[in-house]
């Protein structure tokens, strides 16, 4: 798939919304978090919420975490995506190669199956030897 430079500054305005909209709401998370306290990181980011710009002070913290996180989860979420994609499509491939091996295996039977009938008819005829009308049928193959 084609990257588009057009739609790029839209997906970076984009990514950066997300991510401060994320950021800004573990902020407000961690400002209501009951068992935050005991906690070594987290209660510190706690207690610094409970500032007067302490909410702010966090969202900013946390906005490159966030911004990682956002980025390489879609990372690897493509990444996923493609790998399971490659794989459809190789299975698919795989069978398409059955599909046509079978095909041919058969192909093969109804040409050898022919060429064994007008061999058997050839040695009969140079024997004299007359068919009834039911084995010469047989024989033609009309009865499969």
Same mark, same amino acid.
């Given at each position: 798939?084609? =990257?588009?430079n057009?739609?790029?500054?839209?997906w970076?305005?984009?990514? /950066?919304?997300?991510?401060?909209?994320?950021?800004m709401?573990? &902020?407000?998370?961690? =400002?209501?978090?009951a068992?935050?306290? /005991?906690?070594?990181?987290?209660?510190?980011?706690?207690?610094? $919420?409970?500032? @007067?710009?302490?909410?702010?002070?966090?969202?900013? *913290?946390?906005?490159? %975490? $966030?911004?990682? #996180?956002?980025?390489?989860?879609?990372?690897?979420?493509f990444?996923?995506? @493609?790998?399971?994609?490659k794989? &459809?499509? !190789?299975? #698919?491939?795989?069978?398409g190669?059955?599909e046509?091996?079978?095909? /041919?295996?058969? !192909? #093969?039977?109804?040409?050898?199956?022919?060429? !064994?009938?007008?061999?058997? &008819?050839?040695?009969?005829e140079?024997?004299?030897?007359?068919l009834? %009308?039911? *084995?010469?049928?047989?024989?033609? /193959?009309?009865?499969?």
């Amino acid at each position: 798939m084609e =990257n588009s430079n057009a739609s790029r500054p839209v997906w970076r305005f984009f990514d /950066g919304s997300v991510s401060i909209s994320i950021s800004m709401l573990l &902020s407000v998370a961690l =400002n209501h978090c009951a068992f935050c306290d /005991g906690l070594p990181v987290l209660g510190f980011l706690k207690e610094l $919420t409970g500032r @007067e710009d302490g909410i702010i002070i966090v969202a900013t *913290l946390l906005l490159f %975490p $966030t911004t990682a #996180g956002l980025y390489g989860g879609f990372k690897v979420f493509f990444a996923a995506k @493609e790998a399971v994609e490659k794989k &459809s499509r !190789e299975r #698919g491939r795989q069978e398409g190669r059955q599909e046509g091996r079978q095909e /041919g295996r058969q !192909e #093969g039977r109804q040409e050898g199956r022919q060429e !064994e009938r007008a061999r058997i &008819s050839k040695v009969l005829e140079q024997h004299g030897v007359t068919l009834t %009308p039911e *084995l010469a049928k047989s024989l033609a /193959g009309d009865s499969e």
